[in-house]
């Protein structure tokens, strides 16, 4: 059943009160640079909106709607045909409504447990999170050393984590009846983090979704960004999740995004709707170095989106420091996923790789925040990153990494491990010898800080292999 629509003059009238465009920018500009891959053929709005997104480098994920009930892969582990969940046979499903193309043609093992229909699309009303709390969630991302939230607010099963207008299949539906996306939007400003939502272009329960075209289901979905975007003030980010392949018209990308950024002009969004968009998104794997295009990986603690278990194992801090290493050393960000359990609480187990994390950026956040990738490729001892006069090393197997170091253009005034004692080096033109004391070497990460003469912003990447 539809709900009653916000009328359009409201929606509007909100939009104007959030945040004021450039001078001269208009939706349609955001439109055009929207459709362009490289960022230094964007404009210089389009390129100055990243700003934030650039020097955060570190954000939470959050995968988590009533699949948590059943301990199941989100969306994934619900079936479309009539099984009991015991036959495993292929699963066919529905197409995006223009190309034809089907989502998926048969079961991938961290789609297990599947999860019938008439169990999965019920699990709404045995969803009462009674232990979640917005304030604390929020805490643990800023505690680790996170700069930004995106919370699923609509996966692929098309159930919304707050009280839309547009369906009955929402938060206001369950036992708990409570807007989660609202209260963690709340709570992400009050902590001090950016907050950004996730919404499923997919919909495997809205009828509409599978009419050719999808004009009905478009509005729809249009209507629910609109919601999103003028009920919880600043949105500073929207992840789409249709996959990078699909066409912008099957969507209608070109009137979704002018609304977009109509309502909320300073937001960044990714490529997954048809089009370049801000930046990309490897998924569940580290994007290789690149300086020209804005990318986020985006890493899970598990191997799988939502929750699964206790008896599932969770990868170990080093593995996950790495992760972030790694992103920072290829100038990319890394988005690193929770699944909440169905109380609505963090598995304490990533929550403690969480904050050891953030235990090393408090040491050593110079040489992610704000950094650029390079001047150094990386390589299999470790990466680089670099900003103003300064190039870190950031390196996790020290007794792999190669010396001398290929030579820079810039004279080495100073080297030293971050915190800790100087390191002895040589310079020429063949390259730079470090003399770092195994002692000084730390038992995860350890960072090299090199002072130059003059800005690193120059030197060319220079590759290690």
């Known amino acids: 059943m539809m709900k009653t629509e916000l009328p359009i003059a409201c929606v509007i009238c909100l939009a104007a009160c959030l945040a004021p465009a450039a001078v001269n920018y208009t939706p349609e500009d955001a439109w055009k640079d929207a459709q362009i891959e490289l960022r230094s053929e964007k404009s210089t709005t389009a390129q100055r909106r990243m700003d934030w997104w650039r020097d955060a480098r570190f954000g939470m994920f959050i995968h988590w709607n009533p699949s948590s009930v059943a301990v199941s892969e989100i969306s994934w582990s619900k079936q479309f045909y009539d099984d009991t969940g015991e036959l495993m046979l292929d699963n066919p499903r529905p197409d995006d409504g223009v190309s034809g193309l089907k989502e998926h043609t048969n079961w991938i093992s961290w789609f297990k447990p599947p999860v019938p229909n008439e169990v999965y699309d019920n699990l709404y009303k045995s969803f009462y999170p009674g232990m979640f709390d917005a304030d604390q969630i929020a805490a643990q991302a800023r505690s680790s050393g996170m700069k930004y939230i995106v919370m699923v607010a609509?996966?692929?099963?098309?159930?919304?984590?707050w009280n839309s207008q547009y369906t009955d299949f929402d938060m206001e539906s369950t036992p708990f009846k409570r807007d989660l996306v609202g209260e963690m939007?709340?709570?992400a400003r009050k902590a001090g983090l950016?907050?950004?939502?996730?919404y499923s272009q997919r919909d495997w329960h809205h009828p509409d979704y599978r009419v050719k075209p999808l004009t009905k289901y478009n509005e729809y979905m249009r209507n629910q960004i609109k919601e999103l975007l003028t009920e919880y003030g600043d949105i500073s980010l929207i992840f789409f999740d249709a996959g990078a392949w699909k066409d912008w018209k099957t969507w209608e990308s070109d009137e979704l995004f002018k609304i977009i950024y109509k309502l909320q002009p300073n937001i960044v969004i990714n490529n997954r709707c048809g089009v370049p968009g801000d930046y990309s998104t490897p998924e569940q794997k580290i994007?290789?170095?690149?300086?020209?295009r804005d990318w986020e990986s985006c890493m899970t603690f598990t191997?799988?989106?939502s929750w699964h278990g206790f008896q599932t194992p969770v990868k170990p801090y080093e593995e996950c420091l790495k992760y972030l290493v790694s992103c920072a050393g290829g100038d990319g960000n890394l988005l690193m996923n929770v699944g909440p359990l169905p109380t609505g609480q963090i598995d304490p187990r990533e929550n403690d790789r969480m904050q050891r994390i953030g235990k090393w950026l408090e040491k050593n956040g110079q040489a992610i925040y704000g950094t650029r990738g390079g001047p150094y490729k990386p390589t299999k001892w470790g990466v680089s990153t670099h900003k103003?006069?300064?190039?870190?090393?950031?390196?996790?197997?020290?007794q792999a990494m190669k010396s001398p170091l290929p030579a820079i253009d810039k004279t080495i005034t100073a080297a030293?491990?971050?915190g800790g004692d100087a390191v002895a080096f040589e310079q020429s033109e063949q390259g730079i010898s470090l003399s770092v004391d195994p002692a000084q070497a730390a038992p995860d990460v350890t960072v090299i800080r090199m002072t130059l003469e003059g800005s690193a912003d120059s030197i060319e990447p220079i590759s290690m292999d």
């Not at 609509?154 to 984590?161: I, T």
């Open 154 to 161: 609509k996966h692929h099963d098309g159930f919304c984590m």
């Open 185 to 187: 939007a709340k709570a």
């Open 194 to 198: 950016k907050f950004g939502i996730y």
């Open 287 to 292: 994007g290789i170095f690149n300086t020209q």
């Open 303 to 305: 191997g799988f989106w």
């Open 388 to 398: 103003d006069i300064y190039v870190y090393l950031l390196v996790w197997d020290l």
């Open 416 to 418: 030293e491990i971050l």
